[in-house]
């Protein structure tokens, strides 16, 4: 079992910037691809970022070239920067973790650990 803990959601203004930590904790050894996720009620939950234990990343277009992903290993940490914000990223965004493969997927079925989630806010 992996558990998984988000922190630093808050409310932002256009353009601005917000870094999202995850903590794992638990068989963390097992957690092979990590991966950001939002969601906005009533739409499905799409993937904004994924990175592999070495360190590959793959983001969607959407959000390539405003927001990074990064990983420590060695702390169990991953963290998401989000740079440039507009008000279309208001979400409950999402830490999950990958036990299966290490595959860089942005489909949240290929993820079988959850955070619990935390609010972004941007407005205009």
């Known amino acids: 079992q992996v558990q998984l803990v988000e922190s630093g959601g808050g409310s932002v203004q256009s353009g601005g910037s917000l870094r999202l930590s995850c903590a794992a904790s638990g068989n963390t050894g097992s957690a092979y691809t990590m991966g950001w996720f939002r969601q906005v009620a009533g739409k499905e939950r799409e993937g904004v970022a994924a990175i592999d234990r070495a360190g590959s990343k793959r983001y969607p277009n959407s959000v390539k070239g405003r927001f990074t992903i990064s990983r420590d290993n060695g702390k169990n940490t991953v963290a998401l920067q989000m740079d440039s914000l507009k008000p279309e990223d208001t979400a409950v965004y999402y830490c999950?973790?990958?036990?299966?493969?290490?595959?860089?997927?942005?489909?949240?079925?290929?993820?079988?650990?959850w955070g619990q989630g935390t609010q972004v806010t941007v407005s205009s």
């Open positions: 999950a973790a990958n036990s299966w493969e290490d595959a860089l997927s942005l489909n949240r079925y290929d993820y079988n650990y």
